[in-house]
């Protein structure tokens, strides 16, 4: 029984390096849809997979190490060929160089997570988690279209045709590479236990949720990952802010 109990995690996280293969796969057969996906399945093995071995007491140095791994190659070089072979090889050198600098922070995030590893990471992430990074590069191409005829359908015709420019996809990938390696601080759900009491309110708002991503996954994944990259840049400016203050 033993046995089996640590066999599960790791064949989680070998499932979520599998995934994040297979992304990889389809990214170079230009199938980008699946590529997007693919990471986002990733990103669901991931979670259970740390879940599974925290609620099971296996948390082992293989484990750590198997899943950081794994982490590179789901978080960091699928996403990193995704959105290269999607957009950024239409700007040539520098475009390739965005992908390997998103490829690099993820590896370096990961290598820095792994260091530093304590207490302090349960409540919070010291740089945007590299699952983060790579669900925004995979919803952002899965929800392209749609934001684009969305802005044009409430008559937005000047944002959609700045969208559909690929400048803005070149600066969102240093930009998410920049966050990695940062010192902005996100929140943090490993220690959620979802076995203790909540408010009946909670359940109602999760299940209008989930009821929401089932009716528009792409889009409301895709304002999701938006909205919680930004909340720990609005946080770390504010917190600047506050220390000007306090020394002025």
């Known amino acids: 029984m033993k046995k089996g109990i640590y066999l599960l995690p790791n064949l989680l996280t070998l499932t979520s390096m599998f995934l994040g293969f297979y992304s990889i796969v389809a990214s170079l057969n230009a199938d980008y849809g699946r590529a997007a996906?693919?990471?986002?399945?990733?990103?669901?093995?991931?979670?259970?997979?740390?879940?599974?071995?925290?609620?099971?007491?296996?948390?082992?140095?293989?484990?750590i190490q198997i899943d950081s791994l794994s982490d590179v190659?789901?978080?960091?070089?699928?996403p990193g060929v995704l959105v290269y072979t999607w957009?950024?090889?239409?700007?040539?050198?520098?475009?390739?160089?965005?992908?390997?600098?998103?490829?690099?922070?993820?590896?370096?995030?990961?290598?820095?997570?792994?260091?530093?590893?304590?207490?302090?990471?349960?409540?919070?992430?010291?740089?945007?988690?590299t699952p983060?990074?790579?669900?925004?590069?995979?919803?952002?191409?899965?929800a392209y279209d749609d934001m684009v005829s969305i802005l044009e359908s409430v008559g937005l015709s000047r944002l959609a045709d700045l969208f559909t420019m690929d400048y803005w996809v070149l600066a969102l990938t240093f930009l998410l590479a920049g966050l990695m390696v940062s010192k902005v601080t996100y929140h943090s759900m490993k220690e959620a236990n979802l076995t203790e009491r909540r408010p009946f309110?909670?359940?109602?708002?999760?299940?209008?949720?989930l009821a929401v991503v089932a009716y528009h996954p792409s889009l409301v994944l895709f304002l999701v990952s938006i909205a919680y990259v930004a909340v720990g840049i609005g946080e770390a400016l504010l917190g600047l802010v506050k220390r000007d203050r306090a020394a002025a």
Do not use: Y
């Open 37 to 63: 996906w693919a990471i986002m399945a990733a990103s669901i093995f991931d979670v259970l997979d740390g879940w599974v071995a925290r609620l099971t007491h296996t948390t082992t140095r293989f484990g």
């Open 132 to 142: 983060a990074a790579a669900l925004m590069i995979a919803t952002t191409v899965l």
């Open 201 to 209: 309110g909670l359940l109602v708002f999760v299940v209008a949720f």
């Open 87 to 129: 957009t950024l090889q239409s700007f040539g050198k520098i475009g390739w160089l965005g992908a390997f600098f998103l490829v690099a922070c993820a590896a370096l995030r990961l290598a820095r997570f792994n260091v530093q590893m304590g207490a302090e990471e349960k409540k919070h992430f010291t740089g945007l988690p």
């Open 73 to 78: 190659i789901s978080f960091g070089v699928a």
